[in-house]
């Protein structure tokens, strides 16, 4: 198993253009999480699915952001109208449920800068 | 609201010496805690948690609800150590749990 792996590394793209990242979390993880993290901070949670169910949203995640977990495996987030501000690091991880609080474990992240 | 501060932006000690990285939290309820380590060019991994009780690495860390605090600590810092830490506050009131992270702490160690 390679872990949590996440597609693409990085993304440049232009103001105003839409993005889509992709996250494959460890098989048999049934949570998974999205993370954003900037410049000398630590990451932020944005989003929760337990299965393909999206559980909980953070107020970080504005109406330009949109997540999918439609089969219960892998993850797309989606920012339309991207901003100068979106240019962050967004990591995935994943846990399970089998114990309450199990460790999450990250990918790589997606590093999206906005020109 | 829940919060974990992490005084130090960036600690430098020699090789050899001790080493505490700081860690405090606010939360209302038993609070579950965490350190995770990144390494140059690697993936943020878990180091430990509070409710295992165990040493990895040589860190070791002990949660003190009176202070608040959930220190990180190792007795003789190795080269190897150098890595950005975090301190990461599970939120029970989460249904999935999530963590909420410091702004974390850079860890140099000089030969």
């Known amino acids: 198993d390679t872990g949590v792996s996440q597609d693409p590394r990085h993304k440049i793209t232009k103001r105003g253009q839409n993005v889509t990242f992709r996250c494959d979390p460890i098989?048999?993880?049934?949570?998974l999480y999205w993370y954003r993290q900037t410049l000398g901070q630590g990451p932020e949670f944005l989003t929760y699915?337990?299965?393909?169910?999206?559980?909980?949203k953070s107020r970080l995640l504005s109406d330009r952001f949109s997540a999918e977990r439609p089969k219960g495996s892998f993850s797309t987030l989606e920012i339309q109208r991207t901003e100068q501000g979106d240019s962050a690091m967004y990591l995935c991880?994943?846990?399970?449920?089998?114990?309450?609080?199990?460790?999450?474990?990250f990918g790589d992240g997606t590093r999206l800068s906005i020109l | 609201a829940q919060r974990v501060t992490q005084p130090e932006k960036l600690l430098s000690v020699f090789k050899g010496a001790p080493v505490e990285l700081k860690c405090n939290y606010s939360?209302?309820?038993?609070?579950?805690l965490f350190w995770y380590v990144q390494y140059s060019r690697q993936r943020l991994q878990l180091l430990l948690r509070?409710?295992s009780r165990e040493s990895i690495k040589g860190f070791t860390a002990d949660l003190n609800k009176g202070e608040t605090s959930f220190h990180l600590k190792k007795p003789f810092a190795q080269e190897e150590d150098s890595a950005m830490y975090y301190c990461?506050?599970?939120?029970?009131?989460?249904?999935?749990?999530?963590?909420?992270f410091g702004k974390g702490t850079s860890l140099l160690v000089t030969p």
């Open positions: 098989s048999e993880h049934n949570r």
């Open positions: 990461a506050l599970s939120d029970n009131s989460n249904s999935g749990y999530a963590l909420n």
């Open positions: 699915f337990q299965n393909e169910a999206q559980l909980e």
């Open positions: 991880a994943s846990s399970s449920d089998l114990v309450a609080n199990q460790p999450q474990h």
């Open positions: 939360y209302s309820g038993s609070p579950e």
């Open positions: 509070h409710i």
